[in-house]
Structure formats: structure tokens, C-alpha cells
């Protein structure tokens, strides 16, 4: 793992929830992950990091923007050739049209918009395999690594984990709207992001926060298939 991360494997569990109890006291560059492989349920890959921004929570929201274009750029890397890669707004992330998994968020309890958070956590769930599945075509709706022919799997965490770190970089030294741009190139329907990372959509505006309480790519047992 590149510095300045702390990767920590994880037998069991979810790394999303494990990110966040690790937070306040391993702090920034934390990162938890987990493959597993599906018997009775898609297999999966699992990561999750923790941030400790700078800004009010308000502006540093937005990373979660910016952790989707470096979970594209670390797919891509690793993807077979020619393979599109999307977003549903705002977390989602669709390959060749199936949906492959998302980015959780996470916020340390009780911080108001105005004050920079302690810690905050982004975390990655990607179908691994559907192997559990009779006839993949039952859900055309989804994809997996496994069927969409990704190699080494574990490869993408730490390419994200580098992706992450230059698009933050982008962000502090060009300004988010270097982020906004490439992430809108991305989405699945022609929309564009506002100056707080709302989208903006045939004349109507849908904020960060309220997209992100949705995330309807996922379900209570993760990644809708």
C-alpha cells in the first residue's frame, strides 16, 4: 500500500464498519479491506478508508466525488480493454452497463455542516463473483469482476488507494472543478455537478447529501444484484 496508508486485512466483518471504529484512533490513511468468495451470496471485494479533512463538512463532503473518479481510474487499470465505466448518481459505479457495486460514506456522529469533521470514512463494495447464481441472467442488472474476466481483484484497492491521493491533490492544488468535470463525464445521464457537488439535471438540483442518503445501488446486504 502506498504511503502515508495503514492497510489492515479483515477475516470477517465488514470493513466499512471496522473503518470507522478504527478512525478516531488510527486516523487518516486507515484502510480496511476483505475478498470473499460466494457460496450463498455474491462473492465480494470490500475496502473502506478513513480521511480526517481539513474543511467544513459542507465542502469536504465532496470527496466522496472525488474517491468515485479514483474508483473508476483503479477499475480501468485493471479492467480488460475497452470496458465502459459509469456512475449512477452519486455513488453507484456501472460497468458495461451492469451495476458492479458503490462507495458508502460515512461521517464522524453529530458534526454540522460548518465544522470540519474529525473523521470520515469512504467505503468501496464491489461484486466479486455471482457464482451462487443458477443462470447469471436471471439479473441482468449486475455484473461481476469475475464475469467481466479482472485478473487479480485485490489489484484495484491499491490503485485506488494511489488514485485517491492524486485526486485530492488535484482538488488542493487545481480546484475542485477539475474533480467535478471528470466525474460528470462519467455519469450515466448528461447532468452536471454544482459548486457543493449537487447535481444539476434538466433544470433540477439534487444535493450531495440528499443523493447520498439514497444510494440506492445497494441494499441492507450490499450491492443489488
Not at 127 to 144: C, F, K, T
Not at 166 to 189: M, V
Amino acid at each position: 500500500m502506498p504511503p502515508p496508508y495503514t492497510a489492515h486485512w479483515l477475516p470477517s466483518g465488514d470493513p466499512f464498519d471496522d473503518a470507522q471504529r478504527r478512525a478516531v484512533d488510527e486516523g487518516a490513511g486507515t484502510l480496511v479491506w476483505r475478498g470473499s468468495v460466494g457460496h450463498d451470496g455474491p462473492g465480494r471485494l470490500d475496502f473502506a478508508v478513513v480521511l480526517e479533512p481539513d474543511m467544513p463538512l459542507s465542502e469536504a463532503r465532496k470527496a466522496v466525488l472525488a474517491g468515485m473518479v479514483a474508483l473508476a481510474d483503479a477499475v480501468a487499470a485493471h479492467a480488460p480493454p475497452e470496458r465502459d465505466i459509469r456512475f449512477d448518481w452519486p455513488t453507484g459505479l456501472v460497468l458495461d452497463g451492469g451495476r458492479l457495486g458503490g462507495m458508502r460514506f460515512a461521517v464522524a456522529p453529530d458534526t454540522p455542516d460548518d465544522v470540519p469533521p474529525d473523521w470520515m470514512v469512504l467505503g468501496v463494495e464491489l461484486i466479486a463473483d455471482r457464482d451462487h447464481l443458477e443462470q447469471a441472467g436471471m439479473h441482468p442488472g449486475s455484473v461481476s469482476l469475475k464475469e467481466e474476466e479482472f485478473l487479480d481483484p485485490p489489484a484495484i484497492i491499491e490503485s485506488f488507494a494511489a488514485h485517491l491521493m492524486l485526486n485530492i491533490d488535484r482538488w488542493t492544488h487545481a480546484g475542485f472543478d477539475t474533480i467535478a468535470q471528470t466525474y460528470a463525464g462519467r455519469l450515466t445521464e448528461d447532468a452536471a455537478l454544482g459548486d457543493a457537488g449537487e447535481l444539476v439535471h434538466d433544470g433540477n438540483v439534487e444535493s450531495l447529501e440528499t443523493g447520498l442518503a439514497k444510494a440506492d445501488w445497494r441494499d441492507a446486504q450490499g450491492p443489488r444484484l
